[in-house]
Structures are given as structure tokens and as C-alpha cells.
């Protein structure tokens, strides 16, 4: 049965759904490799420019599923098709925003950070419980999450597993907004299709530059990010045509 569910709910923009309410939307292997394709689906459609990924009233997710846990622990996340995934997710090329009502934990607040614009409902609440199973967010959460809200904030969620709220969340940097738990999913899909209605050559070199920022030496990345101005485009064009004529620009993606 599939664990994700796809649609389409406004031009150029896909949504993708997690679907295992019953276990709070968990990031099973299934589920993972699920959504892994269908963002390898969505960087090859130039009909898709956005993606939204969300789950249900009660979890965005409650992270790794704990259940597929063996005993043993280790091989789990070694799994070559789980990091394989993770590693699609991280690098994907298109802007991909998050839509984040009830719980987004472990693995579940991982994916958050992995995501460029997050939106949280009101009821969200964001945490890293993993240390209460003596385990630790491996899938870049450690590296990741005091990026987005500096060490001593990442060093107390993960130390202690306390769940912060959604205002909190927003004020440290994980969401851009908090809005009315109802309007969650629709506030993000508008954002969505503002960006898609953007440049999407524009847009990806815009997540690439700003990506590089955790990536490289900063005199690096300032070089390199020099390099990728010197293009041209029929977008680029049509920005500056439409400005000098007073209208809404097309782009096209060329
Ligand atoms: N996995 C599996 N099942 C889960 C789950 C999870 N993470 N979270 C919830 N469920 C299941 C529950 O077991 C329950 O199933 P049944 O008993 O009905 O069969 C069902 O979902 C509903 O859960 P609750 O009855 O508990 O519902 P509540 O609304 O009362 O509570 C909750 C929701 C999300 C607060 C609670 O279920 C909860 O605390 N869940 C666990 C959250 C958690 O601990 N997440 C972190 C998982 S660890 C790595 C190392 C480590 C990791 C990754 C990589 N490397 C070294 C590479 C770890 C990552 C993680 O994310």
C-alpha cells in the first residue's frame, strides 16, 4: 500500500502527502524511498517548479519508525536505499516547502530543515525526542538544526527531547510562519505557486547559491556564486521586458 499520496493542486506545483496516519506519519523505509521518488519524478518534470510536502492534523512526522528498529540498531540506518533517499531529498534541485500541522519530530523535524520554506499551523509542535531511546538525530539533524538555530538551542532539544511550539519554532528560524491550523496546507500551496510563477532557472540557482553557504569556505562559494551570474537567459529577458513595459512576466524555464 502505498505510503504517500501525489497530487497536483495548482499549476506547477506537486504535493506530496504522507499517508500513514495510524502511525503518526513515521518515516518508514517504504515511506522514504516513496517520497525519494517521487522528488527524482519531480526534478526530471519541468512541469513541476515546487514541491509541498505535508502530512495529516495530528504529524507532519514523528520521525524515524521506531517499530523497524531491530535490536541491533546499526543496520537500519545503514540501509543502502534509506540513505539513498535522504541523499535525493537533500539534494534536490527544486524549491521544496513544508506544510506542518501536529507533530514534526526526530527524522520528522530532520526533514523540516532539509526543506528551504517551512509553514507551521498553530497546533505544530517541533522536536528531537530521540535522545529518550538513546539514540541521536543521525540523519544530518546534529549538523543541520544548530545551522538553522544556533548551538545552544540545538544542544537543549536534542539533550533533552523537549517539543517546542510553533510561535517558538517560527521565532528560532524553523518556520517562516505560523498560521491557523486549518489554512496550513492552502497558505503553503499559495506560497508554492508564487514561487513557481518565478524564474525556475532563477529559483534553483538560488537554492544552490544559498545551499553552498553550508557547504564551502565562504571565499569559495563568493567565487563560485560570482561564476553562476554570468548567464544569460530568455527568462532573464522577459523579467526586464515586462518591467520596462509595466506587466506580469512569463517565464518559461529557458
Ligand atoms: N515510529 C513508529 N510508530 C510510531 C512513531 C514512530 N516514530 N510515533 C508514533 N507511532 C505510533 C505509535 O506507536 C502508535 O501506534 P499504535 O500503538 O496505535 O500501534 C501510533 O503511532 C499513535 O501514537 P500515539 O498513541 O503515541 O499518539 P499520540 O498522539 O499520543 O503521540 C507522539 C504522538 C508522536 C508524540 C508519540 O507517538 C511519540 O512520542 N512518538 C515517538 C516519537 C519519536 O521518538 N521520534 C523519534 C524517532 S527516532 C541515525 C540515528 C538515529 C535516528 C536516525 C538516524 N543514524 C545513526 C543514522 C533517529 C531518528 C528518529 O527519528
Redesign the pocket.
Known amino acids: 500500500m502505498a505510503t504517500i499520496a501525489v497530487s497536483r493542486p495548482a499549476p506547477h506545483v506537486c504535493l506530496i502527502r504522507f499517508d500513514r496516519p495510524?502511525?503518526?506519519n513515521?518515516?518508514?523505509r517504504e515511506l522514504l524511498v516513496e517520497t525519494a521518488a517521487e522528488l527524482d519524478r519531480a526534478a526530471a518534470d519541468p512541469e513541476v517548479r515546487c514541491v509541498v510536502l505535508t502530512g495529516d492534523d495530528?504529524?507532519f512526522s514523528?520521525?524515524?519508525?521506531?517499530?523497524?528498529?531491530p535490536d541491533g540498531g546499526?543496520p537500519m540506518?545503514?540501509q543502502a536505499d534509506r540513505l539513498r533517499a535522504w541523499k535525493t531529498i537533500e539534494r534536490f534541485p527544486k524549491p521544496l516547502l513544508a506544510a506542518v500541522d501536529g507533530?514534526a519530530?526526530?527524522?520528522?523535524?530532520?526533514l523540516t530543515t532539509l526543506c528551504d520554506i517551512v509553514i507551521a499551523g498553530d497546533g505544530a509542535?517541533f522536536g528531537?525526542?530521540?535522545v529518550?531511546?538513546a539514540?541521536?538525530?543521525?540523519?544530518g539533524?546534529t549538523q543541520r538544526l544548530p545551522r538553522v538555530v544556533g548551538k545552544t538551542r540545538a544542544m537543549w532539544m536534542m539533550m533533552t527531547?523537549e517539543m517546542i511550539d510553533a510561535q517558538t519554532a517560527c521565532a528560532w528560524g524553523l518556520a517562516i510562519a505560523v498560521v491557523p491550523a486549518a489554512e496550513t496546507v492552502a497558505r503553503t500551496l499559495d506560497l508554492a505557486g508564487r514561487i513557481a510563477a518565478m524564474s525556475p532557472i532563477a529559483v534553483a540557482m538560488i537554492k544552490e547559491e544559498v545551499l553552498m553557504t553550508y557547504q564551502k569556505p565562504l571565499d569559495e562559494s563568493l567565487s563560485l556564486e560570482r561564476k553562476l551570474l554570468l548567464w544569460q537567459t530568455e527568462d532573464h529577458d522577459e523579467g526586464i521586458a515586462a518591467f520596462v513595459e509595466k506587466r506580469p512576466p512569463v517565464f518559461k524555464g529557458r
Open positions: 495510524r502511525a503518526r513515521a518515516l518508514s495530528a504529524a514523528a520521525g524515524a519508525d521506531i517499530k523497524e528498529m546499526i540506518w545503514g507533530y519530530l526526530g527524522g520528522g523535524c530532520e509542535r528531537f525526542p530521540e529518550r531511546i539514540a541521536f538525530p543521525g540523519d539533524g527531547g
